[in-house]
């Protein structure tokens, strides 16, 4: 399907009630969703290709946001987290962004996400610096606290992951909030929860430290296929 980026001169803080009839949940390709999360996402980097599941949020043909998902950064969640469940379970949800401020819409996008994903365990974060996860909130995934702020390494070119060709550099990952949900049957569910190695705690519910206003140009994307 054709489509092009809407014009947006700004964004409003105040949401609006929507008719969720108007939109519709597309499985995109990488190159779409890569371009969209470097124009669009605070962080103007987009994640690994590894494991990748990315889906797009249309108001008719227009891309108004994207969804990320794809391996865990942290092999030794995947493995300990919970205890005789195989990694291949496991998938992170790292980049979320709508260029839309409407309730309900954002909770509804990554719903449908969910339900089109084979994996049962869903990871995400928040960093403190920007947000406290409310999205996750919303939709009930687990808190798990605080990760520990830790060096990794990056590799240009790709997001944490092994590339025997990059060049690395050592930074810095400060804490940030994990959250996880669930997304198997009741009985994998209840499983999970109950043998979960980290302690549940109350939702963080410090004010998001952003809320920008944005400024985009025009960008098309003409003749892709989603």
Not at 25 to 32: A, L, Q, S, Y
Not at 57 to 62: C, G, I
């Amino acid at each position: 399907e054709k489509f092009q980026l809407k014009k947006m001169k700004k964004m409003s803080n105040k949401k609006t009630i929507v008719n969720l009839n108007r939109y519709k949940v597309i499985k995109i390709k990488n190159f779409i969703a890569d371009e969209f999360i470097k124009n669009f996402h605070y962080l103007s980097s987009y994640p690994t290709n590894i494991k990748n599941r990315k889906f797009g949020l249309f108001e008719n043909n227009n891309l108004i946001g994207v969804a990320s998902f794809g391996a865990c950064v942290s092999r030794n969640l995947t493995f300990n987290l919970i205890p005789n469940i195989d990694p291949s379970n496991f998938i992170e949800l790292n980049r979320l962004i709508i260029i839309q401020n409407k309730k309900n819409l954002l909770s509804w996008f990554v719903s449908k996400c969910l339900k089109k994903l084979d994996e049962k365990i869903i990871v995400s974060y928040a960093d403190p610096k920007y947000h406290s996860g409310y999205i996750y909130q919303a939709l009930n995934f687990i808190y798990t606290g605080l990760t520990k702020s830790t060096n990794i390494n990056i590799a240009a070119g790709s997001y944490r992951h092994k590339d025997n060709k990059a060049e690395y550099i050592n930074i810095k990952n400060n804490s940030k909030h994990r959250y996880i949900y669930f997304n198997g049957s009741k009985k994998f569910n209840k499983y999970c929860k109950k043998n979960l190695i980290y302690k549940i705690y109350d939702y963080p519910k410090d004010k998001n430290l952003i809320s920008k206003i944005y400024k985009f140009e025009k960008k098309e994307l003409q003749g892709l296929l989603v």
